[in-house]
């Protein structure tokens, strides 16, 4: 298995408090992804990593901010967290762009009451 | 911008059954073409994979068909087993691109 831990894997907050969910890899990869898993939406891509301090925006990245400040790890920030922001939160990593599989965590189920 | 559509499911079948998600994508070029499988409470695996047309990837008796001309990829297995019950996604990174795009995902529950 890919070297790829998210943390926390579990988390419940309260609207309108920061949250900070955590992907480190030891894979040494270049690319790191954060997506979120809806019933009904598949996995929509939030924001991605093509290396140290260059990220950039996916589908759904309003409200969400990221930081990459060593190749191992890729953190996601919810400045305020919203309802609409509970989901299941997959961190990937992949080695090249194209015609190379992603390396998935197990996920971190993220409610906000 | 790049797209995959693959069909709802839940699809329903009996242990032994012959399996068909069908996959259509819209992309520029040639992309490269996934199936992943998420089994319940774990992340997303890579089951399969094509990275030109009339390609075919297979694995664990799983197989599908880069077709450039109904750009399509679709996964067929002959006989399916109740392990298989997961949810299978569908996805394709562009030729120069960097983002990997999901189709919605298709569930699928194999009955004894």
């Known amino acids: 298995d890919a070297g790829i831990t998210q943390s926390p894997r579990h988390k419940v907050t309260e609207t309108g408090t920061p949250v900070t969910l955590r992907c480190h890899q030891t894979?040494?990869?270049?690319?790191m992804y954060w997506y979120r898993q809806d019933p009904g939406h598949g996995l929509r891509l939030i924001h991605y990593?093509?290396?140290?301090?260059?990220?950039d925006k996916g589908e759904v990245s309003d409200g969400y901010s990221v930081s990459r400040s060593k190749t191992e790890d890729f953190l996601l920030t919810l400045e305020s967290a919203t309802s609409s922001q509970t989901s299941v939160y997959f961190c990937?990593?992949?080695?090249?762009?194209?015609?190379?599989?992603?390396?998935f965590g197990q996920g971190t189920r993220l409610t906000v009451v | 911008g790049d797209s995959v559509t693959q069909m709802e499911g839940p699809v329903t079948l009996s242990e032994e059954a012959f399996l068909t998600i069908n996959c259509t994508y819209t992309?520029?070029?040639?992309?490269?073409l996934f199936w992943y499988v998420q089994y319940p409470g774990e992340g997303l695996q890579l089951l399969l994979k094509?990275?030109?047309?009339?390609d075919k990837g297979s694995n664990k008796g799983f197989e599908a068909t880069y077709r450039k001309e109904t750009t399509s990829f679709h996964l067929e297995k002959g006989s399916v087993q109740v392990s298989d019950s997961a949810v299978y996604f569908c996805?394709?990174?562009?030729?120069?691109?960097?983002?990997?795009?999901f189709g919605g995902g298709t569930r699928l529950m194999v009955k004894p």
């Open positions: 094509a990275t030109k047309a009339d």
């Open positions: 990937a990593i992949s080695d090249r762009v194209s015609s190379t599989e992603a390396f």
């Open positions: 894979e040494n990869h270049r690319y």
């Open positions: 990593s093509y290396g140290v301090k260059d990220t």
């Open positions: 992309a520029t070029g040639y992309p490269s």
């Open positions: 996805a394709l990174i562009p030729n120069a691109g960097n983002m990997l795009t």
